[in-house]
Structure formats: structure tokens, C-alpha cells
């Protein structure tokens, strides 16, 4: 069983960064893929990143790319999405997923635990 809570959202300006964290329970981190989705209000969860277990693979959709980062500390069991450049489109509540395989996947059923979810919100 894996728990995942995440932190770190919050009210930005256009432009501004965010870090988002998501902290993980359980012994089976270190052999977790784990992603990072947002669900906007009225549309459907979608994928933004995904990270290997150890970390030496990522993949990003398309319209995040160049702007974040998703990185992942297997000591601190802590997976995290570096937010830059920060648009209103981006505005949604951003979930943590984690999945027993350890490969990137960008479909939500491929994630088995997820998080409560973190508001991100880009004003302009």
C-alpha cells in the first residue's frame, strides 16, 4: 500500500514558479514510477510528467515542456514538479500517482495509488 500527499500549490501571478511536492508512504518507493496529472474544472485528468523509479527517465506532455521539471529523491521518498514560466491554462488541481511498475506511463489507469491533489492557480 502506498499513501501520497502532496503540498505546495497555492495563488501565483502569469509567470511566477511553483514547487509542488508530493511525499510518499511505504516501502516500495524507490520502485515506483510516479507522475504528476492536473484535472482543470470541467475536463478531464491529464497527464503532465512522468518519472522512472530511479529517476534517470522522464517524459513530459507537450505543453509543460521547457517549463517543468519532475524530479524525484528515493532517500526522502519524495517525488517533486517544478513549475516555471507558469501560465493561466495551467491552472487545475495537480494529483500525484504512483504505479507498482517502474515505467513511465502517461495513462491514468496505469497509476494504482493516488493523492488528494494540490489547487494550482495562474492568475494573469
Known amino acids: 500500500q502506498v499513501q501520497l500527499a502532496e503540498s505546495g500549490g497555492g495563488l501565483v501571478q502569469a509567470g511566477g514558479s511553483l514547487r509542488l511536492s508530493c511525499a510518499a508512504s511505504g516501502r516500495t518507493f524507490s520502485s515506483n514510477a510516479m507522475g504528476w496529472f492536473r484535472q482543470a474544472p470541467g475536463k478531464e485528468r491529464e497527464f503532465v510528467a512522468s518519472?522512472?523509479?530511479?529517476?534517470?527517465?522522464?517524459l513530459y506532455t507537450d505543453s509543460v515542456k521547457g517549463r517543468f521539471t519532475i524530479s524525484r529523491d528515493n532517500a526522502k521518498n519524495t517525488v517533486y514538479l517544478q513549475t516555471n514560466t507558469l501560465k493561466p491554462e495551467d491552472t487545475a488541481v495537480y494529483y500525484c500517482a504512483a504505479r507498482v511498475a517502474g515505467g513511465l506511463a502517461v495513462r491514468t489507469n496505469d497509476y494504482e495509488y493516488w493523492g488528494q491533489g494540490t489547487q494550482v492557480t495562474v492568475s494573469s
Open positions: 518519472i522512472t523509479d530511479n529517476g534517470r527517465s522522464v
